[in-house]
């Protein structure tokens, strides 16, 4: 079976919050990846940053429908976070903050996605 066959297979099996936390993952390793670059490789920077700032959008975006599982409060948090991550996203390509923070709160997310599998 081929890699593509594999993957199209496995993503049709996956619970929502499986394909969150795995692009929670990918988007994290890239962000990872770019925290390690020169900080003239400019278009590695951007794409992680950029990938990581939709996949928060998307998350925001979906809490504002009002057919969101979550409760209100969870809701306003994720969009909160959403807002942070714009914001902080900003500082970092200007050379004022670290890709350090966005990793950890990915990774949370990530820590918080694997609790709920667990327990469900």
């Not at 993957?7 to 996956?14: D, L, P, S, V």
């Not at 920077?45 to 996949?55: E, M, S």
């Not at 979550?70 to 914001?87: E, K």
Request: charged share 20%; hydrophobic share 40%.
């Amino acid at each position: 079976m081929s890699l593509q066959a594999y993957t199209a297979a496995a993503t049709r099996t996956e619970s929502p919050r499986d394909m969150e936390y795995r692009l929670f993952g990918q988007v994290t390793r890239a962000l990872v990846h770019a925290s390690g670059v020169e900080p003239t490789d400019v278009a590695t920077r951007i794409d992680a940053l950029d990938w990581n700032r939709r996949l928060w959008s998307a998350l925001a975006t979906d809490c504002t429908s009002p057919h969101n599982a979550l409760g209100q409060s969870m809701r306003a948090q994720i969009i909160s976070l959403s807002l942070f991550v714009n914001r902080h996203s900003s500082a970092v390509m200007r050379g004022e903050e670290t890709f350090q923070d966005l990793i950890d709160l990915n990774r949370m997310m990530m820590q918080g996605l694997s609790g709920q599998q667990q327990a469900a």
